[in-house]
């Protein structure tokens, strides 16, 4: 629409208002826009764990060779003079040879023990071959399947070879004797760890490999072919799993340098700490640390397991830095195998790092297999030097005249340097480098209240950081941590294992092996705690009891359960949500849990919350309910009592507004089905039998012939039984509907299943069951059949009447599952067909034998339905189909198929839980539900035990996973609608400022007059007979609904936008539509004269149609004047009105009531009686004054105050009409009017405090639509005589339109509906020809 520039470019007049109204739309609560409605009600995709180590190994013995002839070098090795002498820190020519060669093995044992000293030590001091050989064969034996160490020092023999041999020396120590590294391998086994500190020590390497690999060819020859003499010698073992650490590369020798130990290997493997502080000195650097020196160096105080000691806070550091680098470096998985699964050879990876930095300053690289990156100038080393140095330099003030030691900053720095990268990083960027120190700074008190803080914010930034986490290997240090009785730790603790088990459940095992679920039921149990982190520690319990046997006891034991009873009232809904699952999953398959239950009265108290205002709690209820209901011990009389009240209870929410709740009942009664499965096989026998023999009476048969006022019940016929009344489903109108042949069945008939024969199975006719449909393989009942079967149990409801077995409790949960087997919300009546569906099936096969028809009598039923693909299953919802010629089939007529473009939303049914109806596929097209193929006998005479079942006792909605997907996700990040930087806040900034534009100009034009309406500027043929259309309030779309289907166009561009089915069976039609959130993002909301609604999202904008919600909101619709041609002008259908500002939606039409909902809580939050005997033809509210007014059929209009009670709400009624009210209208204003008009044309204007019209119009007889401009004072009157005619506020007719434009002046057909923009001066016409058409005022006002 072209707009002046003036009005675009309005005075600054207009800009405070343009920021007011932008006001006004941010304060407009949105409805169904909360999780529930956007996403899959699903848990969160299980992230493969890889943290926990499979293998935990230790190395249980340590093989000490050394070869070291004292006082003799080898032959191929010139040493320099002075020469690098020190073994294991002692000079070997300061004694004799032999003591020497004693004392060195004795300190190199001792260096080992400080890193594991549980291992069995051996040492080979100068050995033979053999020595060799018997010592690393003992050593495997007494390991068995753990690690071995062979560590070898060989200065004092010649380099190893090129053919992989090692040297030792014979007895006499006159030769050298080569040992082959193969005969090693054979000895030592797997898994093993090789240490060699000799020079060319990489060729070992080498060889090693390649004797492995020859190994693993040998392996597969001898696998593949047993006669080979391979497979004869006994097997070498494989040697994947051996890790060696070398000296140096194949080409080098070992530094000489005489300030250096000789074995400068070893020294860096056993003792880190002594050989960095003694490097660190020989550096230039050095000499900024004064009066330091190597002697002083010998005296630094402490212990090195001793973290408050100056040596022990280095030993601390250089592991924190040491581990960081590894992970920082390593691939994950390695990291895992060298650094996490053996503490030994951690201690060793972690000290080769060290290694690699020392010996390449002297030109000398140390190797290891597995290989590891280069790690000698990663910049954590430079953390390192810096506490050496502040380390050092304390050193002479605290020897000589003994201050006390300065702890280093390195900790405090470290965790500074995380809390920058969590407050200052963007989303997508690398791992904190810090991690693994957080990890080692747990352990300190000092720091540990930050460390925990700052790891609980790092866990919340989702699934990956937690992962991550414990891949680090957190989880020993947090589960250490819950034995802290320290008060403050409480809030952390809890937020991290919320954290860690929302994504890792299979940590309850340790949780409870360590009694770690103690930690959390006391924080449940303490009142001080916040509601945020008492809901945590009961998720975090709700985790620990899910589906564990040992976690349920331990937590019973624990009082669980009463403490959860404590909290059901706790003001917080997430509280309340989580307590009522994890009392769902503890009594879930655990008997004792559920009598704890029963003792407490633990169902009673969850009955309070089957009403809460929070439907996710409302469904956890409903969830533990359902499992109360579920176990399938053995059961007593007081036990069915309970499980009956307690599905009674249940069955009052079968008009739940929604669909998450109602799934969960669904569910819940599927437990009960399971535990009670005789008797309902029993009920739905009775149902099935009952179907036959009715014809559902259709309203000609309750309605005489032009008697257009609905029928009541009159009082003398008797009401159903308050019980009945959960069904909602309509009361029987006659008494000559009682079914005369009905038997008394006995519900506690134990009958087992019958032996299966082809004579035993019941071959009673059916008319109306679809089972050889060929759409229907999967289901026995059709869906035409429950509905069917669903009409007929409420219109035979007087049935109750006689045998008690009839009414029994079982019989009501039948019809709730009927009622829930036709629920608007696909996914609910899916679940509810597979569960009836399920008992049906079992029924029929363990039918009782009955007479067998003759064959003729088989072809007397119509013939199944031959639905077309996609149209019987939409067919869910409300009351009786259309009168059909055949009184015994209610599905003989062929449906046209729905003629869309794109596929029916409802996808046809699959029968997920336990395959096909067996046979049903090989059913001739007549044959009935219960008979069976003749070719079938053979397979069939197996007992029936082998047919699957459809409904597994693991029928589930996926609401828990969802929920518990709450603590996997960020907590503590602004939600996005929140952050100003964000898309979505921009483009609603976009929208609103739009709204703005829209009223504003639009404003303009009204306050001018529109003096003409008669501008055609759009007109198009709809796919369907308009019924009811819709303008979006500010953008160029309009909804076009006809019976089953919406079309949406846009009206400035002419074309169509989208077309789809709105899914509500083919006896109803579209009477209403309103738009949710027009001023935000849209949705929008069908109602359908069945009482059912449902909300679309993604319309009209290329995505596919999405339906959000569905809900029943009138379940008492009466059917009276329905499906008459003749009354078709005479049914309200539903209509309803919708307030954003409260979120409220007023409902009513064939009803007795105005139904107000509450879409926040989803739920019916009044209802008000009309005081009326006819229907509500028209509603209209005013937030403000909290005022209802509805038009009635009967004329008079009638305004409700909803702020009263129910007797007195009624403020005013107006008898003026004297025929139906096509619309009445309540202004907006404070002091608005309301405006109504009636079928005879007659406006009336109401002022709410007088009795009297204060204005009365006359216009054209025989309406059959009209609207009112809210903002212009314009109504518009369409008519059966085919003319439009749109009239200002003092009466005078501005335009009569008659003919199209264009179309050679062709006559408007008979008008359907039509509708004014809420804004704008446009009229939308749709009539009886399928045209659609957009009126609006002429060219230079716009």
């Known amino acids: 629409m ?57 190395t249980v013995s340590v093989a000490l060779v050394l070869c070291l002839n004292v006082g003799v070098d080898p032959p191929d090795v010139v040493k320099t003079s002075p020469c690098a002498r020190l073994e294991c820190w002692i000079d070997p020519l300061s004694m004799s040879p032999q003591k020497a060669l004693e004392t060195i093995g004795a300190n190199l044992q001792k260096q080992y023990e400080n890193w594991q000293p549980r291992a069995r030590y051996k040492q080979s001091l100068d050995p033979t071959v053999d020595e ?330 989702g699934p990956w950081a937690v992962s991550l986490a414990l891949s680090v290997g957190i989880f020993p240090y947090v589960l250490k941590l819950l034995q802290s009785s320290a008060r403050e730790l409480r809030p952390l603790l809890v937020f991290i294992w919320a954290k860690i088990l929302a994504v890792d459940s299979s940590c309850q095992a340790d949780l409870v092996k360590d009694n770690g679920h103690k930690y959390f039921l006391s924080v449940l149990a303490d009142s001080y705690m916040p509601a945020e982190h008492r809901t945590m520690a009961v998720f975090i319990l709700a985790v620990i009891v899910n589906s564990y046997n040992t976690g349920q006891e331990a937590c019973l034991q624990g009082n669980l359960i009463a403490n959860c009873l404590e909290q059901l009232s706790d003001p917080h809904p997430l509280l309340r949500q989580w307590v009522a699952i994890c009392l769902g999953r503890i009594w879930q398959n655990f008997d004792p849990a559920r009598w704890c239950g029963v003792r407490d009265s633990a169902h009673e108290k969850l009955y309070t919350l089957l009403s809460d205002p929070i439907p996710e709690v409302r469904c956890a209820a409903v969830f533990a309910l359902g499992t109360f209901v579920g176990n399938s011990a053995e059961r007593t009389d007081h036990s069915t009592t309970i499980d009956h009240n307690v599905a009674m209870m249940l069955a009052q929410l079968i008009n739940d507004g929604s669909p998450v709740v109602r799934k969960e009942l669904v569910v819940a009664l599927s437990h009960l089905v399971v535990q009670y499965e005789s008797n309902f096989c029993t009920v739905a026998l009775q149902f099935i039998e009952e179907e036959k023999n009715y014809t559902v009476p259709s309203p000609a048969n309750t309605t005489e012939p032009g008697n257009l006022t609905p029928v009541r019940d009159s009082p003398a016929i008797p009401r159903l039984r308050s019980v009945n009344s959960y069904t909602n489903i309509r009361a029987a109108t ?23 024969s082809p004579g035993n199975l019941s071959t009673s006719s059916s008319a109306s069951s679809t089972l050889g449909s060929p759409d229907n393989d999967e289901y026995i009942l059709s869906f035409e059949t429950i509905d069917k079967m669903r009409r007929v149990s409420s219109y035979s409801s007087l049935n109750s009447l006689i045998g008690v077995s009839f009414n029994s409790v079982y019989t009501q949960i039948w019809r709730v599952l009927l009622h829930l087997a036709a629920d608007p919300f696909p996914e609910v009546s899916d679940l509810a067909m597979k569960v009836l569906n399920s008992i049906a099936y079992k029924a029929t096969m363990n039918a009782r034998p009955q007479r067998i028809l003759d064959s003729g009598s088989l072809t007397q039923s119509a013939p199944a339905s031959p639905t077309s693909k996609g149209t019987h299953i939409h067919q869910a919802g409300g009351s009786p189909p259309m009168p059909s010629t055949s009184s015994s089939s209610l599905t003989n007529e062929v449906p046209k198929p729905p003629t869309r473009e794109q596929p029916a939303t409802r996808p046809p049914y699959t029968p997920t839980l336990g395959g096909q109806a067996p046979h049903s596929h090989q059913f001739p097209r007549t044959r009935k539900m219960f008979d069976k193929g003749p070719e079938q006998a053979a397979e069939d005479s197996d007992e029936p035990g082998g047919h699957r079942n459809y409904i597994s006792l693991a029928l589930q909605t996926g609401l828990c996973d969802w929920s518990a997907k709450y603590f996997a996700q960020p907590v503590m990040k602004i939600p996005e609608e929140h952050d100003l930087e964000s898309q979505v806040r921009m483009e609603r900034q976009w929208r609103f400022l739009r709204n703005t534009r829209v009223r504003r100009q639009s ?58 089915y709105n899914g509500n069976p083919r006896y109803t039609r579209i009477t209403a539509m309103e738009y949710l959130n027009g001023h935000d993002c849209s949705l929008l909301l069908t109602a359908t004269d069945d009482g059912a609604l449902r909300i679309w999202k993604n319309f009209a904008d290329q995505k596919n149609p999405e339906m959000v919600t569905a809900w029943q909101g009138l379940s008492d619709m009466l059917p009276t004047t329905r499906g008459q041609p003749s009354a078709s002008a005479h049914r309200a259908g539903m209509v309803v009105d919708w307030e954003q500002e409260t979120g409220l939606l007023m409902t009513s039409g064939d009803v007795r009531v105005v139904r107000i909902w509450d879409t926040d809580r989803e739920m019916k939050v009044q209802d008000i009686p009309t005081g009326a005997d006819s229907c509500v033809t028209s509603l209209s509210c005013d937030s403000q004054r909290s005022l209802i007014v509805a038009g009635l059929g009967d004329g008079s209009v009638r305004v409700f105050d909803r702020r009263m009670g129910p007797n007195e709400c009624r403020v005013m009624t107006y008898r003026e009409h004297g025929a139906w009210v096509v619309k ?54 369409g008519s059966m005589n085919q003319f439009i005619a749109v009239y200002n506020a003092n009466g005078d007719v501005i335009s009569n339109i008659k003919y199209y434009d264009g179309f050679m002046g062709q006559r408007i057909g008979a008008i359907s509906c039509l509708a004014f923009h809420p804004y704008w001066p446009h009229l939308a016409v749709g009539s009886n020809d399928y045209y659609m058409s957009i009126y609006s005022a002429e060219k230079r006002l716009r």
């Open 1224 to 1277: 009445a209208h309540l202004q907006k204003e404070t002091d608005g009017h309301i405006i109504s008009v009636s079928v005879n044309g007659d406006v009336r204007f109401f002022e709410p405090r007088t009795p009297d019209s204060i204005n009365v119009l006359q216009t054209v007889k025989g309406l059959t639509a009209l609207d009112i401009h809210p903002q212009a004072n314009l109504f518009a009157c």
């Open 132 to 461: 060799v050989k018997k010592l690393c064969t003992s050593l495997r034996r007494n390991a068995k399947e753990e690690r071995v160490l062979f560590h070898y020092n060989g200065h004092g023999v010649p380099r190893p070879t090129v053919n992989g041999e090692i040297w030792v020396f014979n007895k006499n120590y006159t030769q050298y004797i080569p040992l082959s590294i193969y005969d090693l391998q054979t000895w030592m086994g797997s898994p093993s760890i090789f240490v060699y500190d000799c020079s060319n020590a990489g060729i070992i390497v080498k060889s090693f490999k390649q004797f492995a690999l020859q190994r693993e060819q040998e392996l597969e020859v001898a696998a593949i072919n047993p006669s080979h003499p391979l497979a004869q010698m006994p097997l070498p073992p494989s040697m994947k799993n051996c890790i060696q650490l070398a000296a140096c590369e194949a080409s080098e020798l070992l530094p000489m340098n005489p300030d250096l130990p000789a074995d400068l290997f070893t020294s860096c493997l056993t003792t880190p700490i002594k050989i960095a502080l003694r490097w660190f000195c020989m550096q230039k650097s050095a000499k900024l640390v004064p009066g330091v020196t190597l002697d002083l160096i010998e005296k630094i105080p402490g212990r090195l397991n001793d973290r408050r000691t100056p040596l022990g806070e280095l030993n601390w550091i250089f592991t924190a830095i040491t581990d960081t680098i590894a992970w920082n470096v390593l691939p994950r998985d390695l990291f895992q195998k060298l650094f996490r699964q053996d503490l030994l050879v951690a201690s060793l990876f972690r000290n080769f790092l060290l290694a690699e930095r020392i010996m390449r300053s002297y030109n000398c690289t140390p190797v290891s297999s597995p290989r590891l990156p280069p790690t000698y100038m990663h910049a954590m080393w430079q953390a390192w030097d810096l506490a050496v140095d502040i380390c050092l330099s304390q050193l002479p003030t605290i020897i000589e005249e003994g201050t006390a030691f300065r702890h280093s900053p390195f900790f405090a720095e470290q965790l500074t340097a995380f809390q920058v990268w969590l407050t200052m990083g963007v989303e997508n960027r690398n791992p904190p480098e810090q991690l693994p120190i957080v990890l080692q700074v747990l352990l300190s008190q000092v720091h540990r209240l930050r460390a925990l803080d700052l790891l609980g914010r790092f866990l919340d930034l």
């Open 734 to 756: 006659t008494a000559r509907n009682l079914n005369k042949s009905l038997q008394n069945l006995n519900l506690n008939e134990e009958g087992g299943p019958a032996a299966f």
């Open 2 to 58: 072209k707009m002046d520039s003036d009005l675009l470019h309005s005075p600054a007049v207009g800009l405070a208002e343009e920021e007011e109204a932008d006001m006004n739309d941010w304060k407009l609560p949105l409805a169904f826009m909360k999780k529930r409605h956007s996403e899959k009600i699903e848990g969160c995709k299980a992230l493969a764990q890889s943290w926990r180590m499979k293998d935990r190994m230790k």
């Open 1003 to 1060: 404003r303009c034009i009204t306050q001018r007059g529109v003096s003409r309406l008669d501008d055609q500027i759009f007109i198009n043929r709809n796919p369907g007979v308009p019924s009811v259309v819709k303008f979006h309030p500010f953008n160029t779309c309009i909804a076009v609904a006809d019976k089953d289907s919406i079309c949406f166009w846009d009206w400035e561009k002419g074309e169509r936008l989208d077309y789809f």
